[in-house]
Every structure is written in structure tokens, then in C-alpha cells.
């Protein structure tokens, strides 16, 4: 579980990466160097998982990322 869940935050950073590159983000090649999908808190390495599954997600998109402009307040 704790492999798929890695998997889905690598999918989701370089998602996130590529569309802020999009909108003209200054990014630093050697700051993406250094992300890592293991350091964030919502990974519950002993705990249990429920998930439902969008449609969409199930045919293979991705769920839409959060606005960068917008900043942090709706997490």
C-alpha cells in the first residue's frame, strides 16, 4: 500500500511541477532534484486506508491540481 501511495505522490509532484513550469513559475532544476513523495504527512505508514475512486481517475486521468495563485487556504 505504502509503494502505491508513493507512486500516486511522485504522479501528483511531477504533475503539479510541469503545470506550474506552464504558467511561468520560477523553478529551480536543482529544488525538483531534491522533492521527495515520502515527505508528507498524509502518509500513514501503519494505519488503514479507505479510498473512493472517482470515475475519472479510474479511466486513467489525473484529479485536477490546486490553483498556485490561489495559495494555501482551501487544504
Same mark, same amino acid.
Given at each position: 500500500m505504502v *509503494? &502505491? !501511495?508513493?507512486?500516486? *505522490? &511522485? !504522479?501528483y509532484i511531477n504533475a503539479?511541477?510541469?503545470?506550474?513550469?506552464?504558467e511561468g513559475y520560477p523553478l529551480k532544476d536543482e529544488d525538483i532534484?531534491?522533492?521527495s513523495p515520502l515527505i508528507f504527512d498524509?502518509?500513514?505508514f501503519q494505519g488503514r486506508y479507505a479510498f473512493a475512486l472517482p470515475e475519472a481517475v479510474a479511466q486513467g486521468?489525473?484529479?485536477p491540481l490546486r490553483n498556485a495563485a490561489a495559495g494555501y487556504?482551501?487544504?
Open positions: *509503494n &502505491t !501511495i508513493i507512486l500516486w *505522490n &511522485t !504522479i503539479a511541477v510541469e503545470q506550474l513550469r506552464r532534484a531534491r522533492l498524509h502518509i500513514n486521468q489525473l484529479r487556504d482551501d487544504i
